[in-house]
Structure formats: C-alpha cells, structure tokens
C-alpha cells in the first residue's frame, strides 16, 4: 500500500504529537509537526532522524545550532542532547525506533508515549 | 549535519545502484535512480522502505501492481516478491536494514553489495 505524506500530514493540526504511518524492522516511521521550543531531552539508546517534508527548523546541541530546510535530513545520534526549535510551523518525517519516547529522559507535559496510527 | 536530498541525488546518474547517505540503528538510508525494470526477489530478513523524491514508479507483486508516486512511500515486507519497475527515471529514498542487498535471494548482475557513501 502507498502512502501519500502530504495527505497524511492533512489529517492532524496539533504540534509536539507525532504519529505513526508506517512500521519496518522494528522501526517507526512517523509524522509531526512542529512549533515552538520543545524540552532538551536524549535517547539513550536510539539514533534518531528528522526528514524536513515542509518548512525548516533548527536543532539544538549543547555547542552549536543546525538549520535543517525542507528536502533536508539530520540523524541526532543516542546519547546526545538536543532541543528541536521551529519558529513556524514544520512537517517532518521521523525515522525510529518503535521503542522511542518523543522527550527521551526528560519526560514532562510534552511526552506522548501512546502514539496514534494514521 | 544536515544532509540535502537533492544535492546528494545531482552526484551520480547511473540507474540500480544505490548509495549510503545515513545509518541510523544499524539501518541505511539510501538513495538511488532507477529506470527500466529490474530483477524479481525478495529479502528473506529485510523489510525495505521506498519513498519517492522525484518521479513515480511501479512495485510489481505476484499477484498486483502498485504506484508509488512523488511524496508517496511504500514499505515492502521481509519474505515478499517484488519488482520494481520505472517507465520513465524515477529518484528514491530507501531505508533499510544496512546488511540489506538490492538483489535479495535473486543474486545476478545487477547486485550492488559494496555501496558507495555519498
């Protein structure tokens, strides 16, 4: 079955909530959208990547900011710290273990760790 | 660091022959052209990710025929026969396991087993 992101991504309009479009391997494919500042967090045991689908935002590491635009990606390895920051509204795709939490160890109101399937 | 999609893609223009642009959690994202069809097989441990960045393309099973086209993905299971087929040049993402050969079980001339990073 084909699945069209853009038509996907048309079915939720909150921020911080990814959901789940596709599973292989032991690894989640999912959709978010992003704005605003999220919390600084890291996965101990999950390399994560952030597939730019429209729009643009920066990561966040402790020593420097990476810009990450639309036809981009960036793979955050475990164990490293990072804030994702949008100043407008960004549609990403995300490449990850089913295992991982969205806030990693840092939990807080923004933790979604009952994802939703679309 | 991020990676761009295209810029990666304007490095090389020969057909069937994948190349390693990110690992993550012992997967490969690739990229890759394809035009013409290519050979049947299947992964006996791998489940493989195609998500279309220009073009479209047709994912032929035994018993039907699928199109992928530009902003769409398909995720084809561990154990399926499949084959891909490309009337016209059609650029792909594929994120698979990284011991993952694009020939599968079916071997032969077109198999790539030393990818390039690109």
């Known amino acids: 079955m084909s699945i069209n992101i853009k038509q996907k991504l048309s079915l939720f309009s909150d921020h911080w909530n990814p959901r789940i479009v596709g599973e292989l391997n032991g690894q989640h494919v999912k959709?978010?959208?992003?704005?605003?500042?999220?919390?600084?967090?890291?996965?101990?045991?999950?390399?994560?990547?952030?597939?730019?689908?429209?729009?643009?935002?920066?990561?966040?590491?402790?020593?420097?900011?990476?810009?990450?635009?639309?036809?981009?990606?960036?793979?955050?390895?475990?164990?490293?710290?990072?804030?994702?920051?949008?100043?407008?509204?960004?549609?990403?795709?995300?490449?990850?273990?089913?295992?991982t939490v969205n806030t990693g160890d840092s939990g807080g109101d923004l933790t979604r760790d009952k994802l939703e399937w679309i």
Chains 1, 2 share one sequence.
């Open 31 to 99: 959709l978010a959208k992003l704005k605003g500042e999220f919390v600084w967090h890291k996965h101990d045991n999950e390399d994560e990547m952030f597939l730019v689908i429209k729009g643009s935002f920066d990561m966040h590491y402790r020593d420097r900011i990476e810009t990450i635009k639309e036809g981009e990606f960036t793979i955050v390895p475990r164990g490293i710290e990072h804030k994702p920051v949008a100043d407008k509204e960004v549609s990403i795709m995300l490449f990850e273990p089913a295992s």
